[in-house]
């Protein structure tokens, strides 16, 4: 293949050895391009692909005869579609080759002339003076002539100096007038002002080598525009200040003016470092002063910031809340500057995070002022959360993280604060409790008038409502700064101080019993009375303590949740002691009130006199104040427990040292004293659960009235209902009896004992014998 491209090239271009040089060249082109397209990879993947093509066309012996004159004529005439083309892709290949060639030729003889011409210009220009006649003096004309146009230009720039800057001054002044305005005339007091300043400044440059009195005529003429610059300059740093007040009030033009002058400066400033590195290589006075247009900028409005915020201080220093409200504003002012006035500035300005930092260093300031004196902890509250949450805002309302915003407020304190609120927390609640224990205890103890009561006539103490009421204001007031660790230490402050609260009743609660068990001539009346205001007060506390724990349940965080209703709940449980205590000792001086007439049941006393009926008369007499000054549920805690309390000392009356059963006188009054009693605990409780109760009196009643040959079948219904009744209390019981003798008891106790014996059971469960002492 690379022989026969080589041999259409060089017939197609007629190349010979008489050729110009140039056609020559090409064919040596032309047979290296072919020689690099034939390289050895290529001959090997066409060989192969040849190979392939023939396997595939002649695949039979008989396709040697058949087919191989048809494909003969094919390749032919492929191969001449081929050289065809490659003949005409390369004429035109060398004709555009041709056309480059001509046209560098031209542009070299372009090159050429004119070199030749800008020597003969040099050449021309070297020595003027030789060439024109008079050259000197028409130099010097012509200098004369320049310096009368720029004396000229001069002289009528002084003459209409005063007319522009009246008009300025007045187009100053207008505007002026009103700085939250559009400013309209900005642009073009500033232009004019600075042209004015550019002639002033070559004006002194010129006249520096003139005479003081030049020098100083020249500063009287200028003076009034010095005096108007001032006044610019005080005008714009004022629209500076009041940046964002201007995009608010719908003139961001205003802004836009300042920001071009601004920029205006800060070009002409760099002119002026040119213009300085010029003068100091020439050892001349600069003519511009550089002002800093931007820099100045940036402090005006540093200023004008740090004012706003010393302003809102000091407006409002003696109200913390109202201060950190009126602080919130600085959030809002972002947004607009975030929306509105970064928009109208250049990127490189960055001017949200200069207002963003500059800003919260003013917050910063504030808050370490407030941080200074002695806080109060409402106050501490405040300021802790109204930091997060200005955090929280910075990063959700503006994109700014909280690492961004140094220096960081309150220094890091946010820790030492919430120990120093505790800590008042702390101090504040014992002094509450210390008052509040003081004026109760003295009531308890004193007990110069009734407890007070509420309007169903329910004894109650005044105490546990203003310990719960400091308790909710605490958790109003921590939970708007905290749902977390903060929240979870005021609570356990909280209980602390109930616990104490809790501690100091039974103290006084046991002190008081005590002294009623002694009988001590210091004792007050209504020991009762007020036992009952404070297990009321006790169950209404455990009430609050739930209601406390409910809201809890919302209030804190899922971290904090299950250690803050531990700690309440175990609180509340603190409450129900004292409540469970106080039932105690109403049962316990009931209990004792009876306890004389307890001891004469069963006595000769007893079948002289009515004596359950005065135990009866006991127990309605406290029934019916209990009933009126007792909390439903107390009230039937307190029953319930006087019913087991009475059941249990009614056995024990069985085993009064001079009891004795008359038969069947005994009996009788036995039947006629349970229903006394059981009519008044069927009043006080359910009358079912209240018969029941009663029915191990009924059996031991049973027992007692039984014939003696049966006495074994009654025992046996009592000793399968109580299997731990104790076999001594029933020889006992049975040998009060006056119709038996010792031998009928001896063999009624022997059948007891060994039908017990047979029937033994393991892991008996307690009953009400295992109360009675067996003394």
């Avoid at 390749?75 to 579609?81: D, K, L």
Wanted: net charge negative; hydrophobic share 40%; aromatic share 8%.
């Amino acid at each position: 293949m690379a022989v026969v491209f080589v041999g259409v090239l060089g017939s197609d271009l007629g190349v010979s050895q008489g050729e110009p040089h140039f056609a020559r060249q090409l064919h040596r082109m032309a047979f290296t391009s072919v020689l690099d397209l034939t390289s050895v990879d290529f001959v090997a993947d066409a060989h192969e692909a040849a190979v392939l093509r023939i396997a595939d066309l002649l695949r039979h012996p008989d396709d040697l005869a058949n087919k191989l004159p048809l494909l003969r004529k094919k390749v032919a005439m492929e191969r001449a579609s081929v050289e065809a083309q490659l003949k005409t892709v390369m004429e035109g290949q060398l004709d555009g080759t041709q056309r480059g060639i001509d046209a560098l030729r031209n542009c070299r003889a372009e090159t050429a002339r004119v070199r030749d011409a800008l020597a003969h210009m040099d050449g021309l220009c070297a020595e003027p003076q030789n060439a024109i006649k008079n050259y000197t003096l028409i130099k010097r004309m012509s200098r004369t002539h320049q310096n009368f146009v720029a004396t000229k230009a001069m002289v009528e720039q002084f003459q209409l100096i005063n007319q522009q800057l009246q008009r300025i001054q007045h187009l100053l002044e207008e505007d002026a007038v009103k700085t939250i305005g559009p400013a309209e005339s900005l642009l073009f007091v500033h232009y004019q002002l600075q042209q004015l300043s550019s002639f002033r400044d070559a004006t002194l440059v010129k006249a520096r080598g003139c005479s003081s009195d030049v020098i100083n005529t020249l500063n009287s003429m200028f003076k009034k525009l010095e005096q108007i610059e001032y006044k610019f300059d005080i005008y714009l740093w004022n629209l500076a200040k009041v940046t964002v007040e201007l995009v608010k009030a719908g003139y961001s033009s205003a802004v836009v003016r300042m920001v071009k002058v601004i920029e205006a400066e800060e070009r002409a400033d760099e002119m002026a470092a040119i213009e300085e590195e010029e003068s100091e290589r020439a050892h001349m006075r600069r003519s511009r002063t550089v002002k800093s247009y931007r820099i100045r900028f940036f402090d005006v409005l540093r200023e004008a910031i740090q004012e706003e915020m010393r302003i809102l201080y000091d407006a409002n220093r003696n109200d913390t809340a109202e201060l950190l409200r009126a602080a919130d504003g600085v959030v809002d002012t972002l947004i607009i500057v975030n929306d509105d006035v970064v928009p109208l500035f250049p990127k490189r300005y960055n001017i949200f995070h200069f207002f963003v930092l500059e800003y919260h260093r003013a917050i910063y300031e504030i808050t370490k002022k407030l941080c200074e004196g002695d806080l109060d902890p409402a106050t501490i509250l405040q300021l802790i959360k109204w930091v997060r949450d200005y955090y929280a805002n910075m990063s959700a309302r503006l994109d700014v993280s909280e690492d961004l915003l140094e220096p960081r407020l309150l220094d890091g304190r946010e820790e030492e604060l919430m120990g120093e609120y505790i800590t008042l927390v702390r101090s504040k609640l014992t002094e509450w409790l210390s008052n509040i224990l003081q004026t109760e205890t003295v009531d308890f103890l004193e007990r110069r008038n009734p407890p007070e009561t509420d309007g169903t006539g329910q004894y109650l103490l005044t105490g546990s409502v203003i310990i719960f009421q400091m308790f909710n204001q605490q958790l109003d007031v921590v939970a708007t700064s905290s749902r977390g660790q903060l929240l979870h230490d005021v609570v356990m402050e909280c209980c602390n101080v109930l616990d104490e609260f809790q501690a100091a009743w039974v103290k006084i609660l046991d002190q008081e019993y005590a002294k009623f068990v002694a009988k001590a001539n210091d004792l007050a009346e209504g020991l009762v009375e007020y036992t009952m205001a404070l297990a009321n007060d006790s169950l209404r506390s455990s009430e609050f303590s739930e209601t406390i724990s409910r809201r809890l349940e919302g209030m804190t965080d899922e971290s904090v949740r299950q250690a803050v209703l531990a700690r309440v709940r175990s609180t509340m449980d603190g409450f129900m002691r004292i409540a469970k205590r106080g039932q105690q000792i109403l049962v316990d001086i009931v209990m004792s009130d009876i306890q004389p007439a307890l001891n004469f049941l069963h006595c000769q006393q007893w079948y002289e006199q009515d004596i359950m009926r005065l135990i009866v008369g006991t127990f309605e007499d406290y029934g019916d104040d209990f009933q009126k000054h007792l909390s439903e549920y107390v009230y039937g805690k307190v029953t319930s427990e006087l019913l087991d309390r009475y059941l249990v000392a009614y056995i024990e009356t069985f085993k009064n040292k001079n009891a004795k059963y008359k038969m069947p006188t005994a009996v009788e009054r036995m039947h006629s004293d349970l229903e006394l009693v059981l009519a008044f605990f069927v009043k006080t409780k359910n009358a079912k659960r209240a018969k029941a109760s009663f029915e191990v009196i009924e059996k031991i009643i049973a027992l007692l009235e039984a014939n003696p040959r049966m006495v074994f079948l009654d025992f046996y219904a009592l000793w399968k209902a109580y299997p731990d009744i104790p076999l001594e209390f029933i020889e006992k019981l049975l040998g009060k009896r006056d119709d038996l003798d010792k031998a009928q008891l001896r063999e009624i106790m022997e059948s007891c004992r060994a039908k017990a014996k047979e029937e033994r059971q393991e892991n008996v469960p307690p009953t009400i014998f295992s109360k009675i002492s067996m003394k």
